[in-house]
């Protein structure tokens, strides 16, 4: 199994993170007992070869651990074997043949150390053995793929219990349209505080049974929009969240100073911070095109003197077809929106909740 | 080690005016995001690693005669920046690369603080 | 590669454990919160200088299982008490962020790419 992330000229974006990761991640997480054969066939110390020739014969095996008195003593493969028949000496015992010095790997190790020893040494199994050298299983590449295949199906399960959760978020309560309204009061300069909005929303959301995906997408754009607030207003603002089941919308409004150039401010890059909140470590002019990057729908009104508004969605279903972006803007105003989605149907399930890019 | 040959191992872009780096040899290596920090710690000409990529960051190359900025993760500075830093004679180089990745491909190389 | 081994490779301490067993593959350095935002994978060990609440806050949003302070600073105790509560490991070096880097590098813990422009 190649692991063709872990290339240092690879390219990580978000999205492929989210979805080789997952592969990479259970090989991490993943231990060796958990996918390894535990009924394994074994050869004894006072065995002939003669006998293992029938043995891998009938029980269709290329290689076996030799075990004496309950612990390895070596181990043999079909390579052996043949050298065996080579010298027709089928007689022998197997102590002649196997091989004495044994790569083993432990029951507690992760699968990825298994991985490592299988591409770089090449072996086709690998005796397991337990905390006191006792061995308890066999490892094979095919238990590695049949053990992380298994455990991405249950993840995928896992995933599908969440999804039907949040889509049936307010089945038991009737009315035409449910929604929780999350509201926070920011104050101005109020550093030490910073970021206890966007943290509540986002625990609100998985406690919601959001997926890990969209709690973090909502997360750091409020988190972004609650810094700006903190570190840019003179008398800080509030933000409001509206949890519906297909859909997150999110308003966040303060009193000044106002934005002279939304299109401008929208540059990855363009700050107007002070070198005290460069210092803070913010101020590097990627707060709102990284709010850009985590949502569906992003709007910002702002008049000079008068103050700003943002709004920004997030689409819980997302729609099954792809759809590019417009751009409309106008004075004053910065809109990103995509165009109506007539296909919508309630129930419908699309590609995992990442942005189109 | 020379600044030639950091620019070709690594692979950088060199964004101001050429010069004879085959001359230069930074002292050692730096690595933050906050100018404070890197006005009372980097080493007089050293390599200073960054994603800053706004017109400060000359004044301090100039200010510490830095043997050279890299801006990492693909951050352009802007022409009048450019302008700047050729003006002060300090270099400026790009990487889409990231800071850590940069960091520890030169440590690797064998720069080192003395 | 696990907190024990990097603290090792940098002469570190651990301020605050993982809640869980943890195993780091990438390394990102920076003191620029929306730049760490906009760049992450979940086995990511954040080295900052920036020993601010902020980080913390940063590494929650980010999904970063843990933090590296860089040149021994140590943060107040308001801060080690917030990432405790939000499960995220922080480790502390003497060294300055370019030698921890480089350390980390060399030990094994790798880099993250090339970072592609965000659309």
Redesign the interface.
Same mark, same amino acid.
């Given at each position: 199994m190649e692991l063709s992330s872990?290339? %240092? !000229?690879?390219?990580?974006?978000?999205k492929e %993170?989210k979805t080789i990761?997952r592969i990479?991640?259970l090989s991490?997480e993943l231990r060796i007992g958990e996918v390894m054969t535990r009924n394994f066939i074994s050869v004894a110390q006072d065995m002939r070869m003669e006998q293992v020739l029938d043995l891998f014969r009938e029980k269709r095996i290329s290689g076996a651990p030799v075990v004496a008195e309950g612990s390895l003593a070596g181990i043999l493969s079909i390579e052996d074997l043949i050298r065996c028949l080579r010298a027709g000496d089928t007689q022998a015992l197997v102590t002649k043949y196997m091989a004495r010095q044994v790569v083993t790997i432990r029951a507690g190790d992760?699968v990825?150390e298994a991985l490592k020893l299988f591409t770089q040494k090449q072996y086709g199994r690998l005796p397991v053995v337990d905390e006191s050298g006792k061995l308890v299983g066999i490892l094979t590449k095919g238990d590695v793929t049949r053990g992380v295949l298994r455990a991405l199906e249950s993840d995928y399960q896992m995933e599908e219990i969440r999804r039907y959760r949040a889509s049936h978020l307010f089945e038991d309560i009737v009315s035409e349209r449910s929604s929780l309204i999350l509201r926070y009061t920011i104050a101005p300069r109020d /550093? %030490?505080c910073?970021?206890q909005a =966007? =943290?509540s929303i986002?625990k609100a959301l998985l406690r919601l049974g959001a997926t890990?995906q969209i709690a973090?997408r909502c997360?750091?754009a409020v988190?972004?929009a609650e810094?700006n607030l903190i570190l840019h207003t003179p008398n800080g603002g509030t933000i409001t969240a509206e949890i519906e089941p297909h859909l997150i919308n999110i308003k966040v409004e303060d009193d000044g100073p106002g934005i002279e150039d939304p299109s401008l401010a929208m540059k990855?890059?363009y =700050?107007t911070a002070s070198?005290q909140v460069? !210092?803070?470590? /913010?101020g %590097?002019?990627?707060?709102l095109?990284?709010i850009e990057?985590c949502v569906d729908e992003m709007s910002l009104e702002s008049a000079v003197g008068v103050g700003t508004t943002l709004t920004m969605k997030i689409d819980l279903q997302p729609p099954a077809i792809e759809l590019r972006h417009r751009y409309a803007v106008s004075l004053g105003r910065w809109e990103k929106t995509r165009p109506a989605i007539a296909s919508r149907q309630a129930g419908e399930s699309g590609p995992e909740g990442e942005v189109a890019? | 080690m020379t600044l030639v040959e950091i620019i070709e191992k690594l692979g950088l872009e060199l964004l101001t005016d050429p010069k004879d780096f085959s001359q230069v040899v930074p002292s050692g290596g730096y690595a933050s995001?906050?100018?404070?920090c890197v006005m009372t710690g980097a080493p007089h000409q050293g390599v200073w690693v960054t994603?800053?990529?706004?017109g400060?960051i000359v004044a301090v190359g100039a200010l510490l005669e830095l043997s050279a900025i890299i801006i990492t993760g693909g951050?352009?500075p802007d022409q009048e920046t450019i302008d700047k830093a050729n003006h002060e004679g300090v270099t400026l180089l790009s990487t889409g690369m990231t800071t850590y990745?940069v960091v520890g491909r030169l440590w690797e190389l064998g720069l080192r603080n003395s | 590669m696990k907190p024990e081994e990097i603290i090792a490779a940098v002469d570190g301490q651990i301020l605050v454990a993982p809640p869980s067993e943890l @195993?780091l593959?990438y390394g990102c350095a920076s +003191?620029? $919160?929306? +730049?760490v *935002? @906009?760049l992450?994978? &979940?086995?990511t060990l954040l080295i900052t200088g *920036?020993v @601010?609440?902020?980080?913390i806050?940063?590494a929650? $949003?980010? +999904?970063l299982p843990a933090i590296l302070f860089v040149r021994g600073k140590v943060p107040p105790p308001?801060t080690l008490q917030l990432a405790q509560e939000?499960g995220i490991a922080v480790m502390v070096s003497p060294y300055r962020m370019f030698d921890c880097c480089g350390r980390l590098f060399q030990a094994g813990l790798?880099?993250?790419?090339?970072?592609? @422009?965000? &659309?």
């Open positions: 872990l290339r %240092a !000229e690879h390219v990580i974006t978000d %993170a990761g990479e991640e991490y992760t990825i /550093f %030490a910073g970021g =966007s =943290s986002k890990p973090r997360g750091i988190y972004e810094m990855p890059g =700050s070198e460069r !210092e803070l470590g /913010f %590097a002019g990627m707060g095109p990284n990057r890019t | 995001d906050l100018l404070s994603l800053q990529a706004h400060n951050a352009a990745e | @195993n593959v +003191d620029l $919160m929306s +730049d *935002l @906009n992450t994978h &979940p086995r *920036l @601010n609440i902020q980080s806050r940063t929650e $949003m980010a +999904d308001e939000v790798r880099g993250l790419g090339k970072v592609k @422009n965000a &659309p």
